[in-house]
Structures are given as C-alpha cells and as structure tokens.
C-alpha cells in the first residue's frame, strides 16, 4: 500500500512541474521570454489572453524606410515551432517583398523554415527586408524592377507612398512615424 502511495505522490509532484500548455505555447513561451528589446521594435499583445496573436512594429532608423513605422501581425498556429509563424503587413506599403495585401515575402516564413528559428529570427529578417530589400525575390515585381532599373526614382516613389500618396494607381498609408525627424538627405 505504501509503494501505491509513494507512486500516487511522485504522479501528483510531475503533474505539477509539468509546463502547462500545447508544445506549441511552450515553444512560444520559451521564444517570447528570450526576445531582445530593442529600441526600433515594440510588441504588443491585443487579446492578452491570447500568446498566439500579437503584433510587432518596426521603426527602420536607416535606408529607404528610414522614418516609416511599419506594423505586423503574427499568428501562431498549433503547429508550430514545425511550421513558420503566419506574418503579415497590416499597411499597404511599396515594397518589392510586401505585396498590397500585407504578404511578406521572407525566406525564414518560407522553405528556409526551421524549428530551430524563433521568434527573434522572424523579427530580425523583417528588419533585412527594410534596410536591404531584395527585388531579387518580389511580391511586388513593379516595386522590384523600378529599385533594380532606378535606385534613385525607387527612394523617391518608397518617400512618396510612405507620405500616404497614390501611385500606380494603388492608395498607400501614411506610415510615417509621427516621432520622427525629417532627414534632409533622403529627400522627405
């Protein structure tokens, strides 16, 4: 009787120093509480019973987006960490790797997945996307073939849209972040 007791015990003490929750949200648990803040980026949680959805904004601090403030929605499905995170813009924007749908195209969210990328991983290629866009790779094959063919015509029409004006046709969003200073050089 004794030795039913001891197992019923030791049952019990694992069941409690168990981690509560679907691999899943262990994983993004693990992934979230290892993040480094870092000045040019906020997460926010809307639903904050919710660990699965949750938005990120990037402010770039250099390059063609420099000023911008650019929002994105993260979903994390049950799958995870074996599928990639579900990433999407929440601005139309001109960018030759972000379509106006907000689709992202960023290999770390495609066949270059891995479970052993994180969170972190995801983050820091978006960051790329903004300081080193690679029309090599579009969504946006206009946005694309005017960066390859006119670098400089590429950073005026990048200006205009993040300005919230209409080109081609397509209404951007203002996406200048109201904190930012106006920097002479890049023509804003």
């Given at each position: 009787m004794r030795r039913i007791w001891n197992q019923k015990k030791t049952d019990v003490e694992a069941q409690r120093l168990k981690p509560k929750g679907s691999p899943s949200r262990i994983r993004?648990?693990?992934?979230m509480s290892e993040l480094e803040p870092a000045s040019d980026t906020d997460i926010t949680f809307p639903d904050a019973s919710d660990p699965t959805r949750f938005n990120v904004v990037y402010r770039?601090?250099?390059?063609?987006y420099e000023g911008g403030e650019f929002r994105f929605t993260f979903e994390i499905t049950d799958s995870f960490p074996h599928d990639a995170p579900k990433?999407?813009?929440s601005q139309t924007i001109y960018h030759p790797n972000i379509d106006v749908e907000g689709h992202v195209c960023l290999n770390v969210l495609r066949e270059d997945w891995n479970p052993v990328l994180n969170i972190q991983s995801v983050i820091?290629?978006?960051?790329?996307?903004f300081l080193e866009p690679n029309p090599e790779d579009p969504?946006?094959?206009e946005a694309a073939l005017l960066?390859?063919?006119?670098?400089?015509?590429f950073a005026h029409v990048v200006r205009?849209?993040?300005?919230?004006e209409?080109?081609?046709?397509?209404?951007y969003q203002n996406v200048m972040d109201p904190k930012w200073k106006v920097n002479k050089h890049l023509g804003a």
């Amino acid at each position: 009787m004794r030795r039913i007791w001891n197992q019923k015990k030791t049952d019990v003490e694992a069941q409690r120093l168990k981690p509560k929750g679907s691999p899943s949200r262990i994983r993004l648990q693990k992934d979230m509480s290892e993040l480094e803040p870092a000045s040019d980026t906020d997460i926010t949680f809307p639903d904050a019973s919710d660990p699965t959805r949750f938005n990120v904004v990037y402010r770039p601090a250099q390059g063609y987006y420099e000023g911008g403030e650019f929002r994105f929605t993260f979903e994390i499905t049950d799958s995870f960490p074996h599928d990639a995170p579900k990433v999407l813009c929440s601005q139309t924007i001109y960018h030759p790797n972000i379509d106006v749908e907000g689709h992202v195209c960023l290999n770390v969210l495609r066949e270059d997945w891995n479970p052993v990328l994180n969170i972190q991983s995801v983050i820091f290629g978006l960051k790329m996307l903004f300081l080193e866009p690679n029309p090599e790779d579009p969504l946006n094959k206009e946005a694309a073939l005017l960066m390859i063919e006119n670098k400089t015509r590429f950073a005026h029409v990048v200006r205009e849209s993040m300005r919230g004006e209409r080109i081609g046709g397509v209404s951007y969003q203002n996406v200048m972040d109201p904190k930012w200073k106006v920097n002479k050089h890049l023509g804003a």
